[in-house]
């Protein structure tokens, strides 16, 4: 079984503070990992992505996440946060096996940026 | 380029009317996946295919069927409308099976009364 939990539904920064998003995963096997952000009224898209081939991992607009296996964590990160990052982001996880061809979300964090 | 299209953009139901979801995707991909959004509970599989012709459930698929028209078509009904199925129905595609990325629609948002 696979499944995601996203810590805290709504994370507020200013603008050029650092931006922390918490996602802890369950998986019986190795996992594959993302993360999606989705803006208002908009279908998701995808900032970044967890192979196995380099624990921390670089994606689009300065985002990065990092997999920890021993916290079972994949937690996104930004270091100056802009107003255009508003938005909703959700973690994913696709474990392979029988949920081969099964994406699980997390419940989703909106991030708020104040000027 | 178009991507993945999902129409209708907006419907309003009473309950126990029927409808039916459109998708389409132009990019060759194999894949493809319904997905219901509702405030904090992120999205939930409904039904995908990973090829023309497959189906399979996901993780709420009660009251709803799908149909693998062809490898770019790929539609939801409901039979008979629900207000619980109240939500935004998004539509994905992929080139493989959920271990690549997936390009979503633009969402159809969906009242049922």
């Known amino acids: 079984a696979q499944s995601v939990t996203q810590l805290g539904s709504h994370v507020s920064v200013s603008e050029g503070a650092l931006v922390l998003l918490r996602c802890n995963y369950s998986?019986?096997?190795?996992?594959?990992l993302f993360w999606y952000v989705q803006y208002p009224n908009q279908g998701l898209q995808l900032l970044l992505k967890?192979?196995?081939?380099?624990?921390l991992v670089k994606g689009i607009n300065g985002f990065e996440a990092e997999f920890k296996k021993s916290e079972t964590s994949f937690h996104l990160t930004k270091p100056s946060a802009h107003m255009s990052d508003a938005a909703e982001y959700f973690c994913?996880?696709?474990?392979?096996?029988?949920?081969?061809?099964?994406?699980?979300f997390g419940q989703g964090t909106i991030l708020t940026v104040h000027p | 380029n178009a991507g993945v299209t999902q129409t209708p953009k907006f419907q309003v139901l009473k309950t126990g009317q029927s409808m039916t979801l459109q998708c389409a995707q132009d990019?060759?991909?194999?894949?493809m996946y319904w997905y219901r959004q509702d405030p904090g509970m992120g999205l939930r599989l409904i039904y995908y295919?990973?090829?023309?012709?497959?189906?399979e459930k996901g993780e709420v698929p009660n009251g709803y069927n799908v149909s693998r028209l062809n490898k770019r078509e790929f539609s939801l009904r409901l039979e008979s409308a629900a207000p619980s199925q109240t939500s935004v129905y998004f539509c994905?595609?992929?080139?493989?099976?959920?271990?690549?990325?997936?390009?979503f629609g633009s969402g159809t948002q969906l009242s049922v009364l």
């Open positions: 994905a595609s992929s080139v493989g099976q959920g271990r690549e990325k997936l390009f």
């Open positions: 998986s019986s096997v190795p996992p594959y």
């Open positions: 967890y192979t196995s081939a380099a624990t």
């Open positions: 994913a996880v696709n474990a392979g096996g029988t949920s081969y061809g099964k994406l699980t």
């Open positions: 990019m060759n991909h194999n894949s």
């Open positions: 295919s990973a090829s023309e012709g497959t189906t």
